[in-house]
């Protein structure tokens, strides 16, 4: 069953950027892509390389440590080295409020 959680409101996350939130003990990455918001993991599946740490480049997360890519849509590697995706999160917006499915 679906658990959506108030993380932040929509103006906090301008478009290009990410910000990491703590949510029942877990970190999570947001990221405003054009106005539309994703959310994933905030460790990197190659070396535990905070993600959020990094940059929003042409759409997808960079992770700082060695310049993994991946997409916040889907979760999918879309840089080496990381070989795995990273977990994504469902992500509504009610009025102004940006909450993640936490289920
Ligand atoms: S820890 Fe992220 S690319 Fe190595």
Avoid at 53 to 70: A, L, S, T, Y
Avoid at 80 to 86: D, E, S, V
Wanted: hydrophobic share 40%; proline share 7%.
């Amino acid at each position: 069953m679906a658990k959506f959680v108030n993380v932040a409101k929509t103006s906090a996350i301008p478009p290009g950027e990410m910000k990491s939130f703590s949510i029942d003990g877990k970190r999570i990455l947001v990221v405003n892509l054009a106005g539309t918001f994703f959310a994933t993991q905030d460790v990197c599946t190659h070396d535990n390389g905070t993600l959020s740490d990094g940059e929003v480049i042409d759409g997808e997360i960079e992770c700082p440590r060695h310049g993994g890519r991946f997409d916040p849509q889907t979760g999918a590697v879309r840089a080496l080295p990381p070989m795995f995706p990273i977990k994504t999160f469902a992500v509504q917006v009610i009025g102004d409020d940006v909450q993640v499915n936490m289920e």
